[in-house]
């Protein structure tokens, strides 16, 4: 049942009249029978692994808490990161590494049969794990109070709009927000209402129609057209922004709907002038978590070795990043590309303001927002690719198979239909420095950009329901 298919849309609004007439208390009770509803639809059988988690961290928690020195408080937050990391690794991560072992040792002569797990992945358990982890850990800290109530804490984990692909909202901002009565304005409605229209149109129309056209590229047989890879490459990036910005636009509004306030996921990700920037404005709720939960203890514990010290956080950081996505090794590529690249732009920092401070802001800004697009986009390859072998020969290809003879008129004015309103409103974003610039037009304005966003989703929409990239992660 994805956000973008009838049976959510009937199911949403059953949920949504029946919360507007509850008090606060049933109110939440609905929200959380909703969520398990709404996760057991997906599979029924990963639901106890669901509530496993919940239990195990709530009760982490209330033990972290209470604990009276920090020996006690070290055993229970181990307890919680073993039990989370520890269902993750068998459910995501055996297999990978079990293969990966196997290969290992017959390159050397040492044969080996694997010992592998006959199991799929349940979906969301990286997100919801993210979740309740960032709980226990704030709790260590001190940063934070248990929840009393444990039905509370249980809706902060599954939550419905969030619980499949984030973002991955942190207990200290979300939990208040469910515990305390909730203001329901009509200023949020049309906030939500814009969101979740833009998010289904972002979906639907933009990264759905781009995602054929990238697929029939990546699915083609080798030699590949150089021409053809470069325009599927930029088609790409903006497929997988599109698919996820407008997964975590309809879940901001249909929060906002019931009073939430979810966390921005992107922020003008693609007009960042270097890659340290695009990190901070791209899926933000997982880069800020592995910031502050992952680099910023290993930076702060290898703080005698200076900038080695913070080159070394930040490549295990964006090494994990890329396992997070998933276990395969295109994945764990992605994050040590964006390691290398981050690390190089840490190192000549000082070189880099010199010669942007020689040409004019405009055109450093452009320059820079333009390589770094560049840059992500060519590295968006490896999760189009079925593996590293084929990336490889797709990269091979768009430098040493590159005809610009050869391009594909038709080909690029498909890709230029369905890339520009997402460049348009994203620019209009960028100028105002607001994600919700649309709704700060002029009435005659923003009716005509609805009307045709309206036309261009039922007459180019694709149909059927098409699941979100980041539900594979």
């Known amino acids: 049942m994805s956000f973008n298919s009838l049976p959510f849309a009937l199911f949403f609004i059953s949920i949504y009249l029946l919360y507007l007439v509850l008090s606060h208390k049933w109110q939440n ?10 996760y057991a639809l997906w599979d029924g059988r990963f639901l106890a692994l669901l509530l496993f988690s919940t239990v195990v961290d709530y009760a982490c928690g209330i033990k972290i808490h209470e604990a009276q020195d920090q020996r006690r408080k070290k055993l229970f937050l181990f307890c919680s990161l073993f039990c989370n990391l520890g269902v993750l690794g068998i459910f995501k991560y055996f297999n990978f590494f079990a293969l990966s072992l196997q290969e290992l040792l017959n390159s050397i002569g040492v044969p080996l049969k694997p010992v ?150 992107f922020n003008m990700p693609y007009f960042s002038p270097n890659l340290t920037e695009l990190w901070r404005r791209w899926h933000i709720s997982l880069s800020g978590w592995f910031k502050d939960y992952v680099y910023t203890p290993i930076a702060i514990n290898r703080r005698y070795w200076g900038t080695w010290g913070t080159l070394y956080a930040l490549f295990i950081c964006f090494l994990l990043i890329g396992l997070w996505h998933g276990p395969e090794w295109k994945y764990i590529l992605f994050g040590i590309l964006q390691g290398i690249v981050l690390s190089a732009e840490l190192l000549t920092r000082k070189m880099r303001k010199r010669i942007a401070r020689r040409l004019s802001a405009p055109i450093a800004d452009v320059a820079g927002i333009l390589l770094t697009f560049s840059f992500f986009s060519l590295c968006c390859v490896l999760f189009q690719a079925a593996d590293v072998s084929q990336a490889l020969r797709i ?46 037009l002029p009435v005659w304005w923003r009716g005509s950009l609805y009307f045709a966003m309206y036309y261009l989703l039922v007459v180019y929409g694709v149909e059927g329901g098409k699941e979100f990239v980041y539900f594979q992660f």
């Open 116 to 265: 592998t797990l006959h199991i799929i992945l349940p979906v969301g358990i990286s997100f919801y794990t993210f979740k309740t982890l960032s709980y226990t850990i704030d709790m260590y800290r001190g940063e934070l109070q248990p929840t009393k109530n444990f039905f509370d804490y249980a809706l902060f984990v599954s939550f419905f709009p969030n619980i499949l692909a984030g973002p991955i909202d942190r207990a200290k901002d979300f939990v208040p927000q469910i515990t305390s009565p909730r203001n329901l304005t009509l200023n949020k409605f049309y906030e939500g209402s814009y969101l979740i229209f833009w998010g289904l149109f972002e979906k639907v129309f933009i990264a759905d129609n781009l995602a054929r056209i990238v697929e029939n590229v990546f699915s083609s047989t080798p030699p590949y057209n150089g021409v053809n890879v470069l325009l599927a490459v930029y088609a790409l990036a903006v497929q997988v922004f599109c698919d996820f910005d407008g997964y975590s636009n309809i879940a901001r509004g249909i929060g906002k709907y019931m009073g939430f306030e979810i966390m921005v996921n």
């Open 395 to 440: 990269y091979h290809d768009l430098i040493f198979n590159f005809s610009p003879h050869d391009i594909s008129v038709e080909y690029a004015r498909q890709i230029l239909l369905f890339s520009l309103p997402a460049v348009l409103v994203q620019f209009l974003q960028y100028k105002k420095n607001d994600l919700l610039a649309v709704l700060q």
């Open 29 to 38: 009770r609905l929200l959380l029978a909703a969520s398990y509803i709404f």
